[in-house]
């Protein structure tokens, strides 16, 4: 069985400041991991994903997460948070077993204030 | 490339009718999945099909059944429509070499009201 967990419901950071949403991930074998973005009304869109090798991954809008395999996690962050960051952000996870299978996480509300 | 595309885009219907959606994936792509997102219980995966067959499939009921074509459209139908069946049903899909390693892609969604 595979699960994700994001802890926290909301996220609030000023503009300019650095944001952390958080991801932690159970899974039978090595994870795939990602990271999602979901805007009102639209469907998701993809940012980044840990396949294998470098832990700290890069994506899109200047985000990155760092896979932790001791702690199961792979938390997202971005050094300085714009107001347009705003938005739900799901954290998911797939097994090598299950290709088009992503179990995601409840989503974390990210709200940057100016 | 034109991204993923589902129709219609709001749909309602009274419980007991049926529905059925349908979603066109990016072209090449030969995997297309499906999910359940409401505000309760999240997003949930409902199944995959790979090449007109169905791959994985989630714990939903009966009720719930889709199938793919050769040109790698899906539909998705429902029956007996119950009013907890209103929600936002997101349709994916994913190419390239086909393995775990691949983000999907995911349409706007058909958002789907029971009354």
Redo the contacts between chains.
């Keep these: 069985a595979q699960s994700v967990a994001q802890p926290e419901d909301q996220v609030n950071v000023a503009e300019g400041n650095p944001l952390t949403v958080k991801c932690t991930y159970s899974v039978s074998g090595n994870p795939?991991l990602?990271w999602?973005v979901q805007y009102p009304?639209?469907?998701?869109?993809?940012l980044l994903?840990y396949?294998t090798g470098d832990n700290l991954v890069k994506g899109s809008y200047g985000f990155e997460a760092e896979f932790n395999k001791s702690q199961t996690s792979f938390h997202l962050k971005k050094p300085s948070a714009l107001v347009s960051d705003s938005a739900l952000y799901?954290c998911a996870v797939?097994?090598?077993?299950?290709?088009?299978?992503?179990?995601?996480?409840?989503?974390t509300t990210l709200t940057v204030k100016p | 490339k034109a991204g993923?595309t589902q129709t219609p885009r709001y749909l309602i219907k009274t419980r007991g009718q049926q529905v059925t959606l349908s979603c066109s994936p990016i072209s090449g792509h030969r995997?297309?999945?499906w999910?359940q997102q409401t505000p309760g219980q999240?997003?949930q995966?409902l199944f995959?099909?790979?090449s007109e067959t169905q791959?994985?499939k989630?714990n939903f009921p009966g009720r719930f059944s889709g199938r793919q074509f050769s040109n790698s459209r899906s539909e998705m139908n429902v029956s007996t429509l119950e009013l907890g069946d209103s929600a936002l049903y997101?349709c994916?899909s994913?190419g390239g070499r086909?393995?775990?390693?691949?983000?999907?892609?995911?349409?706007?969604?058909t958002r789907l009201t029971v009354l």
């Design positions: 795939y990602f999602y009304n639209r469907g998701l869109q993809f994903k396949i799901f797939k097994i090598s077993t299950n290709a088009g299978k992503s179990t995601f996480g409840d989503g | 993923v995997s297309v999945s999910y999240g997003l995966f995959e099909y790979f791959r994985n989630g997101l994916a994913s086909e393995g775990a390693y691949n983000e999907q892609f995911f349409g706007p969604g």
